[in-house]
């Protein structure tokens, strides 16, 4: 299936009606007006991707990488295309292109109640760090 980075405006609309209709997980949020894309896309656009099926958005992930550590965001599927691979194939690329950045070890947050990811994550070898907290504070 092919993968490759995010276009921007290109991919947009296409990739926020996904992250709208997520209903566990990756969700719209203020981060993801266009603004606020723009502003990832200057850092790493290497590290955004997106899956296509069928001549459509299948999927998307975000990366990021801050010199020390890897953080995954918004690994989403589009429902009319889950149980394909997509998930683990975005996963797997946005892996590789971390580590070819030098980064030894991600992160990512799920929530706790979406079952079927933290199913797909320990598929794929991520680990539950169970004596982590995790704090959230708005900057702006």
């Not at 007006?33 to 590290?47: F, G, H, N, Q, Y």
């Not at 550590?69 to 194939?89: D, I, N, P």
């Amino acid at each position: 299936m092919p993968i490759r980075e995010f276009h921007y405006p290109q991919d947009y609309e296409q990739a926020a009606r996904l992250w709208q209709s997520m209903d566990k997980g990756a969700h719209f949020s203020r981060s993801d007006v266009p603004a606020e894309i723009e502003k990832k896309l200057s850092r790493d656009p290497d590290l955004f991707l997106v899956a296509e099926l069928d001549g459509e958005l299948a999927g998307t992930v975000i990366g990021g990488f801050d010199g020390r550590r890897g953080m995954v965001y918004h690994l989403a599927v589009a429902a009319s295309h889950r149980r394909r691979g997509v998930a683990g194939a975005l996963l797997r690329e946005l892996e590789k292109r971390l580590a070819a950045k030098g980064c030894i070890r991600s992160f990512l947050l799920v929530h706790a109640n979406n079952e079927e990811a933290r199913a797909l994550y320990q598929k794929h070898n991520w680990v539950l760090l169970d004596e982590d907290v995790v704090y959230s504070k708005d900057l702006a």
